[in-house]
């Protein structure tokens, strides 16, 4: 057993070289979608009821008034002629959306969101009352009845007030119940067809060099950045996506930077490069600082008591800051610590990286929103 010591750790480096690849390799179904297998977005119009006085105003929400008046009439109330008298402020009208997610049946759960139509303030511990959910085809898919949880609070007092989150939206937990499922039946198919969630070329013909590799024959095209065309050669269509969705490709990516110019956040890929370019950033910052000061005149002068204004004024040109240079084809690293060395925080790295890449020296493609 000893002797065979010196093998094995001559052997591992070679190991641990070959199994570092591996760790930026992705499972297929991590990055890829079986196309006909998605959601469907549901949306309906109801009301939510035993609110504490937060609901909508009757006399100013007109779409609330003419709900309660119809949902009252069909469990037998009328009130159409004391309609001038509904005052209650429990009511709030909502709009309640959901996604109904591929291969749903009918009975099983789907969880709903709740927003406020009105000018309700908080829906907090208010019972959404039956509601259809329809699809864009105009068809029921299912019905949402339950309480709402908005998980936010919010306090009122005579001279002041405290909200925290958003109390006129929530959700129920498993608040709808299917009553019609979406058809679709990929196991009748022929062929089964894979799009890529961040559609790219390497990535697309990476993925069907795997699955022709496990599956021993050209059965895998790729037909465009984001689609990959399976053959199923009279293969249990179940198994063989189960198959193929554990294998693991490395994806490719373009060389692009994001730009939130909104909160200074900038997002760089592994791929983003820099030709050499020299670099120098500087702001003029004035600072005007006002101290006033009191004359107090002596008892016996007969003057009065006067305000006199003394105002400060600073110019920093920042002089020291010198011209720097980030060298071409330098990795992810460097790049961000060359513009860190620059000593500039994210809200200049955001114009340098706008500078730059208008001077042609950002070989990545620069994305701001």
């Known amino acids: 057993m000893l002797a065979l010591l010196p093998a094995l750790l001559a052997a591992l480096p070679a190991a641990l070289l070959a199994a570092g690849p591996a760790l930026a390799q992705v499972r297929i179904k991590d990055i890829a979608d079986v196309e006909g297998m998605r959601e469907n977005q549901l949306v309906g119009y109801g009301l939510v009821v035993g609110l504490n006085g937060t609901g909508d105003k009757l006399r100013s929400s007109v779409f ?56 309700a303030t908080n829906l907090t511990g208010g019972m959404l009352l039956v509601t259809p959910l329809l699809a864009a085809d105009g068809e029921v898919y299912a019905v949402a009845q339950g309480p709402v949880v908005t998980g936010a609070i919010s306090a009122r007092g005579a001279a002041g007030s405290v909200t925290r989150g958003v109390p006129t939206a929530g959700r129920i937990a498993n608040g709808a119940t299917v009553e019609r ?66 294998l693991r490709v490395t994806p490719d990516q373009v060389a692009r930077v994001v730009i939130e110019e909104a909160s200074g956040t900038i997002v760089m890929g592994a791929n983003v490069r820099l030709s050499t370019v020299a670099i120098a950033q500087g702001n003029l910052t004035i600072r005007i600082t006002e101290t006033p000061q009191v004359v107090q005149p002596n008892a016996l002068a007969g003057g009065q008591t006067a305000v006199v204004p003394r105002t400060g004024i600073e110019v920093d040109e920042q002089n020291e800051r010198r011209l720097g240079i980030l060298r071409g084809g330098v990795t992810l690293e460097d790049l961000v610590r060359g513009l860190n060395g620059l000593g500039v925080g994210p809200r200049d790295m955001i114009t340098i990286l706008q500078t730059i890449k208008a001077a042609g020296a950002l070989q990545a493609e620069l994305e701001v929103r």
């Open 181 to 246: 499922e979406v058809p679709f039946r990929f196991a009748s198919g022929e062929r089964l067809r894979l799009s890529l969630r961040n559609p790219d070329l390497t990535t697309a013909r990476r993925i069907a060099a795997v699955i022709n590799g496990s599956a021993g024959s050209s059965v895998a095209t790729a037909t465009d950045p984001r689609t990959v065309s399976i053959a199923l050669a009279g293969r249990d269509a179940i198994g063989f996506l189960a198959q193929i969705e554990q």
């Open 64 to 119: 609330t008034r003419q709900s309660l008046i119809g949902v009252l009439e069909r469990l037998g109330v009328n009130t159409r002629d004391q309609e001038r008298q509904l005052d209650t402020r429990n009511v709030a009208a909502v709009m309640v959306t959901a996604n109904l997610p591929a291969f749903a049946r009918t009975g099983s759960r789907i969880d709903i969101s709740v927003s406020a139509l009105g000018d």
